[in-house]
């Protein structure tokens, strides 16, 4: 489309790409009509509930399943003999265990009881009976290299993996200053809304199938490799989801396991995870153990930074990205010297897989936290430390960021929307103590996951139908795309339908995460729009008999300078080229390769701390996500909330409990497991910046998911250390350890005393 068209349309545009318009689904979510995959009924439908193990490591010994066949209504129980030719996980293990393999963690799949009701299913899986021949388990990795560990799958030979630049020993040598630390983060679990599960219907050589997943197309391409058929034979539907946050990226076995189990018994079967499953078997954010040390010179600029990272997997390997906990120490601040070594450690516990800003959270957290010890050690403002620091480009691949002076305009808006410059009274009453702290971030989002296609046609109504394969995790991304959709073309919103979540009625999309489903799909609905609107112009000037030059559009009217040509409503012309279809496509083939595309910002955190319960209030979070083009500001600030409250399960609250005597998982559930609620918030204020990226894309739109959660678990620990003089190297912040430090560093000082005096 030509570029004084677009200027001409977008002046007119009826909404314009950026206004809080509310979702265009929301009426269907508040009335019930959206459909999530636990809503789907199909005729003659039966129910799967799988059988777990309830040992951390061990064979299976025997499998009795006579008990659970003889009550009525059991269609069917799958063991690991009847599904033996299929395989599951990276490691290519038995999608269910037979008498003799080994199931490698609490909550692992032993087997499947399909039955006409739920509470039948679960009546019989409960009298499957399993015996094992234990094994010792390894839960705990900082222990992995111990003589007596047991040897897991994988453990056998731990490589490390090292990335960076320059020489650090050297670096280090030149430093004025040195901190360090050792550093603790937390295995922390997804527990979305919507738990995973799927409904099958295998028909003749098709399967439909009915999941909760931020990747159709994936699981698609996944199960049709593992079932040995063609890919057209799977089609894969998610209308609506209850959120994913990364665990959703993979397909999982309940998924597999309902499509095997509908061809064995010929009728569509549901299988969805209970709550006590999806803290065990659906992914996880791995545990870190993060030994960091940063040298710099007086002026505060940092010369070497060197990492050494644990990260405990789990019991098997899934599909999907790795936990790049390497990405802040070579990305985030200047620094020609730096080195990091990972290794992945296996352990008997559920496997790891993305969750938001997989990697980049836990090593901000602690990067973060070195930066305000740093700060303290050098008498330097911590925002002031940070702009010293600042890097204007890619150094491991030395290119420009695509908006390289972003995160320095963040600095800039978060320390005017949280008044970082005035005083602050850091003593609320006598026993309460106030603090703030500060934290920066980097993140990948703005880079896409091309590639991503799009179709846009016009209906024989005027109405336009946007086609595509991607998902809406809930976090809008049926509106946002719509917005781009009738800002390219100057239509009314409420005469767009976008159809998305189904393999069968759009084009290939890649796996909605990382933030960058906008960067990657806004590009190719923009050019499928602009495509279809040229082509409306090419058929109208064909069907008028006039020069496409004389055409011109405003939403509703097509008009020409031709005197005696009279407008065309949009709804008489395409009903009269019917059947001719006006249709556009377009692609986000690649990122740019003549910049580094990147999504950075900052955040400011105010805490209470009372000193005799041990309790941290978060009382205020500022944030100031380098987002590019905010695209629906409405939607954005519901991702900042909702980021910033995830931050703060993170530092203060979340956390996985194992008892590695017993090899498993104590708060396996929402009793235990704490998410932060209403009462653990506070108040959230997004600085907002919107600053088109267009280096980035042609729509200057990064992504802002992961952005809001990234820095806040630091800027609260940097807040608490504040306010009471104590650096907290392990998440969560509990009230505990904050009782302990209290303790330590009282008992620390009387024996100081006692020894002076």
């Excluded at 949280?418 to 971030?441: L, M, T």
């Excluded at 407008?567 to 003549?594: F, I, M, N």
């Excluded at 979070?621 to 939607?635: A, K, Q």
């Excluded at 399960?649 to 609620?677: I, K």
Aim: hydrophobic residues 40%; contains cysteine; negative net charge.
């Amino acid at each position: 489309m030509r570029a004084a068209e677009l200027d001409d349309l977008t002046e007119a545009g009826v909404e314009r790409v950026g206004r809080p318009i509310p979702r265009v689904d929301a009426v269907d979510k508040v009335t019930g009509r959206a459909r999530y995959s636990a809503d789907i009924s199909l005729p003659g439908q039966l129910v799967g509930v799988i059988v777990r193990s309830e040992r951390p490591h061990a064979a299976i010994a025997s499998i009795d399943t006579n008990a659970a066949c003889a009550i009525e209504g059991v269609a069917a129980v799958m063991t690991g003999a009847d599904v033996s030719e299929y395989a599951w996980y990276e490691d290519d293990e038995p999608l269910l265990p037979r008498v003799g393999d080994i199931v490698r963690f609490v909550g692992d799949d032993v087997a499947v009881v399909v039955a006409e009701t739920e509470s039948i299913a679960r009546r019989a899986a409960s009298v499957v009976e399993v015996r094992y021949d234990d094994l010792e388990p390894l839960t705990d990795v900082e222990h992995v290299d111990d003589d007596d560990a047991p040897m897991l799958l994988g453990n056998d030979e731990i490589e490390t993996e090292e990335e960076g630049r320059g020489d650090v020993e050297t670096a280090f040598t030149r430093a004025d200053l040195l901190v360090e630390g050792v550093f603790h983060t937390p295995t922390a679990v997804h527990n979305a809304m919507e738990p995973h599960g799927a409904v099958a219907d295998w028909r003749g050589e098709q399967v439909d199938v009915y999941t909760s997943t931020q990747g159709i197309n994936d699981v698609r391409e996944h199960l049709a490799e593992r079932l040995g058929i063609d890919h057209s034979q799977v089609r894969v539907i998610c209308e609506y989801m209850g959120g994913g946050f990364g665990a959703k990226q993979v397909p999982w076995k309940p998924t597999m396991l309902a499509v095997v189990a509908s061809k064995l018994t010929g009728a569509p079967v549901k299988v969805m995870n209970d709550r006590r499953s999806e803290n065990l078997a659906a992914g996880k954010r791995n545990a870190t153990v993060q030994r960091v040390r940063i040298g710099a010179m007086k002026n505060g600029s940092i010369v070497a930074i060197d990492a050494e990272i644990d990260a405990e997997v789990g019991a098997y390997s899934v599909p999907g990205e790795a936990s790049a906990v390497h990405g802040p120490y070579l990305f985030l601040y200047q620094c020609d010297d730096v080195r990091v070594r990972t290794r992945r450690l296996r352990s008997n516990l559920g496997p790891a897989v993305a969750f938001r800003g997989p990697g980049y959270l836990e090593s901000t957290f602690v990067l973060e936290s070195l930066m305000d010890e740093l700060a303290v050690e050098l008498g330097i403002d911590p925002i002031d430390l940070r702009r010293r620091n600042h890097a204007g480009r890619n150094q491991q691949e030395d290119v420009a960021w695509s908006h390289p002076d972003g995160i320095l305009r963040s600095y800039e808006r978060v320390a005017e929307e949280s008044g970082w410059a005035n005083s602050f009274d850091r003593q609320a009453s006598e026993r309460i103590r106030r603090g703030r702290g500060f934290a920066a971030h980097d993140w990948v989002a703005a880079g896409a996951m091309p590639p991503g296609h799009a179709t846009v046609e016009f209906n024989f109504d005027g109405s336009v139908h946007v086609g595509l394969s991607a998902q809406d995790l809930g976090t809008g991304t049926r509106t946002v795309l719509s917005q781009v959709v009738a800002d390219a073309m100057g239509v009314d919103l409420s005469h767009i339908r976008l159809s998305l979540g189904d393999t069968s009625t759009g084009p290939p999309a890649p796996t909605s995460a990382g933030s960058a489903t906008g960067p990657t799909m806004a590009p190719a609905v923009r050019a499928a729009a602009l495509a279809a609107f040229d082509d409306l112009l090419d058929a109208a000037a064909e069907h008028l008999g006039v020069d496409r030059s004389t055409l011109s559009f405003d939403g509703s009217n097509v008009s020409s300078t031709v005197a005696d040509v009279p407008d065309q409503p949009l709804t008489d012309l395409c009903a009269d080229l019917s059947p001719r279809v006006v249709h556009g496509w377009g692609s986000k083939e690649a990122t740019p390769d003549d910049v580094s595309p990147r999504a950075q910002g900052s955040a400011e955190a105010e805490v209470e701390v009372d000193l005799d319960t041990g309790a941290v209030r978060v009382t205020r979070i500022v944030v100031g996500p380098d987002c590019g083009r905010i695209l629906n500001r409405r939607l954005a600030d519901s991702q900042v909330l909702g980021g910033v409250t995830q931050g703060i399960g993170f530092a203060l609250t979340e956390r996985q409990f194992v008892d590695h005597h017993l090899g498993t998982v104590m708060n396996p559930d929402l009793n235990e497991y704490l998410l932060p609620t209403a009462s653990d918030t506070c108040e959230i204020v997004h600085a907002v910046l919107d600053i088109p990226d267009l280096a980035a894309n042609e729509v200057g739109a990064k992504g802002i998911g992961e952005l809001p959660l990234l820095p806040v678990p630091a800027a609260i620990a940097n807040a608490v250390h504040d306010a009471i003089g104590i650096r907290f190297r392990d998440l969560p912040i509990t009230r505990k350890r904050v009782l302990d430090a209290l303790t330590a560093r009282d008992t620390s000082t009387r024996n100081d005393e006692q020894e002076s005096s």
